[in-house]
């Protein structure tokens, strides 16, 4: 819908402001650029937050958005906006868990998942059986590799932007997705009670991965 791209842009026959001429007017002064970007992404940094965390979602979403208010006049534009904001948002999450689950050993989400830190399953965003039973499986995987594949099959990310908003390099975003897809299928099978899960392909998951960001879409619409 939106590239980020410095022209503007043409949707459902509408001429739409690129997201770095949004921002170039928010640091001008201008504040309805600024609340522009903010409608343009409310819904999916809040989907973001609402699978992995309960009761602070709304404070996560505006600690997001407050970051970009304080860091905009620093972004480098290297990256597309969307990538620099999911960036903060991750940021801003690892942060809330790091805070909210304190041991003595730091916390590496390389190696640690929503499951191991986390005893109630954030499932009850899920409105549809399918979506419950992925949000189960991802929440068993590194939390790295959940965001990876979140931001890949929901938000529609490719390599390079989700190596620009994990700061590894593209080739290493490439070897960890495909990492991902491969231990997600295997949870999805550990799970799964049905032949048509557990005969599932890698590429199998992506098309029905991707065919649940349509309906979470069109939920968010709603306003379910």
């Known amino acids: 819908m939106f590239s980020?791209?410095?022209q503007a842009l043409c949707?459902?026959?509408l001429v739409v402001a690129a997201d770095l001429e949004l921002l170039d007017r928010w640091c001008a002064g201008d504040k309805q650029a600024g609340n522009d970007l903010f409608q343009r992404?409310?819904?999916s940094i809040y989907q973001f937050f609402e699978s992995k965390v309960t009761g602070d979602v709304d404070e996560l979403v505006q600690r997001t958005?407050?970051?970009?208010v304080k860091s905009r006049d620093a972004f480098r534009r290297q990256c597309t906006f969307r990538t620099y904001l999911f960036t903060l948002a991750r940021n801003e999450l690892y942060r809330y868990l790091r805070g909210r689950h304190r041991t003595d050993l730091a916390v590496d989400f390389g190696v640690t998942s929503l499951a191991d830190i986390?005893?109630?399953p954030a499932t009850r965003v899920a409105r549809s059986r399918d979506h419950k039973r992925l949000l189960r499986a991802l929440r068993t995987l590194p939390l790295d590799l959940q965001l990876l594949l979140e931001l890949h099959y929901w938000e529609g990310m490719a390599s390079a932007e989700l190596a620009s908003v994990f700061d590894i390099a593209q080739t290493t975003a490439r070897t960890r997705l495909f990492r991902a897809r491969s231990a997600?299928?295997?949870r999805m099978q550990v799970l799964a009670n049905e032949p048509r899960l557990t005969s599932m392909t890698v590429e199998d998951l992506d098309e029905w991965?991707?065919?649940?960001r349509i309906q979470l879409s069109a939920q968010r619409n709603l306003g379910q």
């Not at 958005?65 to 970009?68: G, K, P, Q, S």
């Open 118 to 120: 986390q005893t109630t």
């Open 65 to 68: 958005f407050l970051a970009c």
């Open 184 to 186: 997600l299928r295997e």
């Open 11 to 13: 949707y459902c026959g």
């Open 41 to 43: 992404y409310f819904n």
């Open 4 to 6: 980020g791209k410095g």
């Open 209 to 212: 991965a991707r065919s649940l």
